[in-house]
């Protein structure tokens, strides 16, 4: 992880960047739901999900944001602040041993509601192994401007 400035004219709408993969695990989704207390049986219980539509455990869709949005801050830009996250939904579900990668696009850029800031929304969408959306959602970003750096 490294730091960089990116000010808002810097970004451009239409630039792509694709994060490496994650492949899910059995403990991941046990330890998500240590942290969230979510044990419902959709995912974490073997058996019971035997004999559900999906034959087996699904990842907390809660869990998929998380990694998949953390897989993307390789680089902390002290221009930027995340101001949240705009139209999640959880697409396709996530198993045990699939592999998540996510894809960020530069898809808005408008002024700001001071002079010296712009907002820059970054479309994600996380995938699985198979080029599958199975996460999107927007994330917005108040970004500084070059003008006001000095």
């Known amino acids: 992880m490294y730091f960089r400035s990116i000010f808002f004219e810097d970004y451009t709408v239409g630039d792509k ?38 034959k087996q455990r699904i990842a907390h869709g809660t869990m998929i944001f998380s990694i998949g949005i953390g897989m993307t801050a390789s680089e902390i830009n002290p221009e930027a602040m995340s101001k949240g996250y705009d139209r999640l939904r959880f ?9 998540i990668h996510s894809e960020i696009t530069i898809s808005e850029k408008s002024d700001g509601k001071k002079p010296e800031l712009g907002t820059v929304v970054e479309h994600v969408e996380i995938l699985n192994q198979h080029n599958d959306v199975v996460l999107v959602c927007d994330h917005l970003l108040v970004v500084k401007r070059k003008n006001s750096a000095s």
Request: aromatic share 10%; proline share 6%.
């Open 17 to 54: 960047r694709t994060t490496l993969g994650r492949t899910i695990t059995e403990t991941d989704i046990m330890v998500h739901a240590g942290h969230t207390g979510d044990f419902f049986p959709h995912h974490v219980d073997e058996e019971w999900c035997k004999t559900q539509p999906f």
């Open 91 to 99: 697409v396709k579900p996530v198993f045990i041993g699939d592999t």
